[in-house]
């Protein structure tokens, strides 16, 4: 006796998502025919063996884990007209072998699996950058096959020449694509012999980045700056709380609470790895705080007053506003660089790379992995090797010093 049947896996995967699959069992072996997409386990109605109604997608969902099932109960219809003995792999190779998963259907799951992780600012990105990729080819389906080293080519020159985009975003293009073809591949066992990446065919490579940051006169200048409007003062003030604590991100001052310092530290959760932060309040910090914590009513309140009104318990929601939020703070930004007569590009992201700049070689490296919240101290040598030149210029004053 055969059943199909839809069902949640117990195999989570590093998110703690469950992989919705069709479980195939002919006498008594089953085998499973993964659907690309992970749910938390609350959102699986096991009674139905479906998604629940309060999942964000479950319409489109239940959409292919019925469209799965039914292909699995043609092939084993057609299986049991043949007359022949069929394994569960078996049929599961034939549905396999009769599903066309074409590029675009693969973006799809793909960026499903990011919205079941709640990750909004990367669905955002990712999505803009397919739909970038769909409109440079003028065509809503891609079969793997067409997906070659001279479609690449074509598509990074597009990017680069045309678009003017840097080159470490025409990267972040090709790593997308490079991640849906993969995908396919472990999901839908999409032939591995037009795969376009790797050695001899494109290969990933990251172009080094230029990372400037502000000196100490700059950073002075700011601090003591004059004259300027309400909004370009409060804009001021969030890039330096964020400069005094070592470059917080940008996202994270704007959520900070006043019940998030105790102590005289503050303490936080990173919006980016979700790590729990405590750092010192320097003094300079506190001075500038106070403007605004001494008049909130609330330990609850927003330190900042950019996102009251928003309901921090919507991601998507917070998502949006932090994106309209930080271009308004980069705008305003760059007006107070001009009024203050500094020359380089003042963002809110340039506070860290201020911090990096100014303490250059004088910290030891893992204080400063500890100070910049980075996994692994790696990266924190290759952040911080934009910002050490102490050695390499004694070395040039050296041999070019010989009057």
């Known amino acids: 006796m055969a059943t199909i ?24 072996k089953s085998s499973f025919l993964f659907t690309g997409q992970y749910i938390d386990e609350k959102f699986w109605d096991s009674k139905f063996d479906r998604v629940r109604k309060s999942h964000p997608n479950s319409s489109r969902l239940n959409k292919l884990v ?36 074409d590029f675009f259907l693969a973006c799809e799951l793909f960026l499903g699996n990011i919205l079941g992780r709640k990750k909004f600012d990367q669905h955002y990105n990712q999505e803009k950058r397919l739909n970038v990729f769909k409109d440079f080819l003028g065509r809503k389906e891609l079969p793997f096959i067409d997906l070659d080293v001279s479609l690449l080519r074509r598509f990074e020159a597009y990017l680069l020449y045309e678009r003017k985009v840097a080159p470490r975003t025409a990267i972040n293009y090709l790593m997308l694509i490079r991640t849906v073809y993969n995908l396919a591949r472990k999901e839908y066992h999409v032939d591995d012999s037009s795969y376009p990446f ?34 370009q003062q409060n ?5 330096l709380t964020s400069f005094y604590f070592a470059g917080i991100r940008v996202g994270d001052i704007l959520k900070l609470k006043c019940s998030d310092f105790k102590d005289d530290r503050l303490y936080y959760r990173m919006g980016k ?26 330990k609850n309140d927003l330190v900042f007053p950019y996102l009251k009104g928003t309901n921090l318990k919507d991601h998507k929601q917070v998502v949006t506003r932090v994106k ?21 590009k003042l963002s809110m992201h340039i506070a860290r790379h201020s911090f990096g700049n100014i303490s250059g070689d004088k910290i030891p490296i893992q204080m400063l992995q500890k100070l910049y919240r980075h996994s692994s101290i790696t990266t924190t040598v290759n952040y911080q090797s934009n910002f050490m030149h102490k050695e390499t210029d004694d070395a040039l004053e050296k041999v070019l010093n010989f009057d």
């Open 235 to 239: 804009t001021v003030n969030t890039w």
């Open 66 to 101: 019925a469209k799965k099932l039914s292909e699995a109960n043609d092939r084993l219809i057609d299986s049991d007209g043949e007359g022949n003995d069929q394994s569960a792999k078996k049929i599961k190779n034939k549905i396999l072998g009769k599903s066309k998963v």
């Open 324 to 344: 309209t939020i930080t271009r308004n703070l980069n705008r305003r930004l760059e007006i107070v660089a001009e009024k203050l007569g500094i020359e380089k």
């Open 273 to 298: 790895n979700q790590k729990i932060v405590s750092l010192a309040v320097p003094e300079k910090a506190k001075r500038l705080l106070y403007l605004y914590t001494s008049v909130q009513q609330h």
């Open 5 to 28: 049947q839809a069902v949640l896996r117990r195999k989570p995967n590093k998110a703690g998502l469950f992989p919705i699959a069709i479980r195939v069992t002919i006498d008594r």
């Open 198 to 231: 790797g050695k001899g065919k494109i290969q990933i490579k990251f172009p080094e980045s230029e990372k400037i940051g502000l000196n100490k006169e700059e950073i002075i200048l700011l601090e003591t700056a004059r004259d300027l409007t309400v909004a």
